[in-house]
């Protein structure tokens, strides 16, 4: 016997309805993760009471932790749900596996287990968390960076845009402007690229503002939270000595 997964899930059918708890049980598979546990689901919509429902929602893309859509809370836990094997994430008793899913909280839900996360691309976009070209011309080979500069900017580019960090951050909220980690790290990225840093004073006049880096109050939850292993809280220091030094400048008058 392989035992049953039974799957709660808060769900949600439209942005303006109440939310409600559904639970559903799928046949458990070796190996399964919380999205193809939630794929057997859809094809399959029925819950524990025995009534055809409409399937759940929820995003995903890449399922190997790279593209960042499947963010949800599982079993109290947020994280990305195609990494999440049942059997290491679901709390077993017996045969039978338990797993409870829940949408993020920090965003607004659209359905279900999907959300609305536009708020930290558009805090990408106030960084400017990009290198800028001229013209998609041959630029020739790039200036040659230190290995420790080049090792720790890979750190910082393996983010996805998760929003695991956002989401363990107490700082964050509807009531707060904080831009977040995620986007003082990409800033930071982008600062350290020799063409990128190009923008460095755009981005530390960003990080200087009401809902910059001072902002932080250094939980460091943002580090444990998130799946890659980015060096937040390092990031977050650097932008904070940069930006003393760049009002500094902007005080006594020191153009970059």
Partial sequence: MNGVVYIKI???????TESFWETFQVDYKEKMNVIS???????????????DVSPPTWDAACLEEVCGSCTMYVNGVIRQACSALIEDVAEKKGENYYVTLEPMKK??????LQVNRSRMFENLIKVKGWVPIDGSYDLGMGQAQDDSVRQFRYALSRCM?????????PQVSEKSEFIGPNSIGQALLFNMHPVGKSLE???LDELTSPSGVSGCGNAQNCVKACPKGIPLTEAIAQINRDTTTHSIKKWIGIKK
Wanted: glycine fraction near 4%; aromatic fraction near 2%.
């Fill in 10 to 16: 808060k769900r949600k059918l439209s942005q303006n």
């Fill in 37 to 51: 546990a939630l794929m057997d689901v859809q094809r399959n919509p029925v819950n524990t009471d025995g009534k």
């Fill in 107 to 112: 965003y607004p839900v659209i359905r279900d």
């Fill in 161 to 169: 845009t998760c929003g695991c960090c956002m989401e363990a951050c």
């Fill in 201 to 203: 004073s755009d981005r």
